[in-house]
């Protein structure tokens, strides 16, 4: 009897976003396999789109008030403290790729979520990133080193190309069989495509 094997879902996020933190959560709550790819390069055709989007008072002043409806909800106050730090996520997301390759991304990305949305800490300052490794029993030096690596950086660089693919143009995005789910709230939609 062959044994059947299902298809992973592709999950696109990033640490910066409050969403793909959400998401990524009830997925995992979920028990969905997922295979995961940072968004942190954007392709060219949809950065306009970004940019004019972070400028928009009117939808940055609804942001924050959603995500502390939704953060109050899992037991997180003041949310708006950590979503103006930014930090160089290119690099940030370099210490996690290196991590995965050790088989221990998914504990770095949950400790580093978990730093950022829970302990409100900054992921660019290394002892941060030290920290994370620390706590998951992966070797910092290998992911300091790869936050200053090339080819860390140009693997995520290479992941426009699946962006464009699927059509991916905001985090936390997941892909299911060809089909897209876009958003913290389309968990259960996602599983009930696994489950058709």
């Known amino acids: ?5 299902l298809e992973k879902v592709k999950c ?14 009830k997925a995992i709550e979920e028990n969905i396999d997922m295979e995961f790819y940072p968004l942190c390069y954007m392709p060219k055709e949809i950065v306009e789109f970004f940019v004019k989007a972070s400028g928009n008072e009117y939808k940055r002043s609804y942001l924050y008030l959603d ?3 939704l953060f109050k909800e899992i037991g997180i106050e003041n949310v708006g403290d950590i979503l103006s730090k ?4 290119p690099k940030v997301h370099s210490a996690w790729l290196s991590a995965k390759d050790n088989g221990l991304g998914n504990d770095f990305m949950m400790e580093a979520f978990y730093q950022r949305w829970h302990q409100k800490n ?3 300052h290394t002892e941060i990133i030290s920290e994370i490794c620390k706590k998951i029993g992966f070797d910092e030096n290998i992911a300091l080193s790869a936050m200053n690596d090339n080819d860390f950086d140009n693997r995520l660089k290479s992941y426009t190309k699946i962006m464009r693919e699927y059509k991916v143009f905001g985090v936390p995005t997941f892909v299911y069989k060809g089909e897209i789910f876009w958003g913290q709230d389309r968990i259960y939609a996602l599983k009930n495509k696994i489950n058709d």
């Open 1 to 5: 009897m062959q044994e059947i094997v």
């Open 12 to 25: 696109f996020f990033n640490f910066r976003s409050p969403y793909a933190y959400l998401g990524v959560k």
């Open 67 to 69: 995500c502390d409806r």
């Open 86 to 89: 930014e930090a160089n996520w």
């Open 122 to 124: 900054d992921l660019g």
